[in-house]
């Protein structure tokens, strides 16, 4: 085993090792380049309205620069990771934890975009789309250790059903 049985790891691989080291979410970095993208194309778009309509002035480029910056807030995508035990979730200004194997309720939250709520025995509280784990076959198998030993444990009472909803049956 040498350097070279590194380099020819695959990309699924190298969100997580299994030796302990933490998962993270794969598609992040694009996620969050398209966010710059779509606020780009914003301001791009409002200050070519402007200048075409010769109403273009230096407070209504900052207006559309801070709009543009609104859009890019609200399009930031949270960026997931779990290890042995924890599931994290990091926005720009706060991050929120869990501890998966003390689970005590998993709740799945409709509305216009669906949300898991993992909720622990120490009070901690992490708001997930689904779809990152549909995409992170290895998200999904920390996520699924920790509630497998929650459920064990007899902590994870409510919800079990709802996260089976995400979790394979198949592990990576």
């Not at 380049?33 to 309205?49: E, F």
């Not at 399009?75 to 501890?99: F, H, I, N, Q, T």
Request: glycine share 8%; hydrophobic share 45%; charged share 25%.
């Amino acid at each position: 085993m040498g350097c070279s049985d590194n380099a020819r790891r695959s990309s699924a691989e190298a969100g997580a090792d299994t030796s302990g080291d933490a998962a993270h979410d794969l598609r992040w970095a694009r996620d969050v380049k398209d966010s710059v993208r779509c606020a780009g194309a914003l301001l791009v778009l409002l200050l070519l309205i402007d200048w075409a309509s010769g109403r273009l002035a230096l407070w209504r480029g900052v207006l559309w620069l801070a709009l543009a910056l609104l859009l890019f807030l609200v399009l930031y995508p949270a960026r997931v990771s779990a290890g042995d035990g924890w599931l994290v979730s990091r926005r720009l200004l706060r991050e929120r934890r869990v501890r998966t194997e003390l689970l005590v309720s998993v709740r799945r939250l409709d509305g216009v975009s669906q949300r898991l709520l993992l909720r622990d025995a120490l009070g901690g509280r992490v708001e997930i789309d689904p779809e990152v784990l549909v995409r992170n076959p290895w998200l999904w198998y920390r996520l699924d250790e920790g509630a497998r030993k929650s459920a064990a444990d007899g902590l994870l009472l409510c919800g079990e059903t709802a996260l089976r909803v995400y979790l394979p049956t198949r592990r990576p």
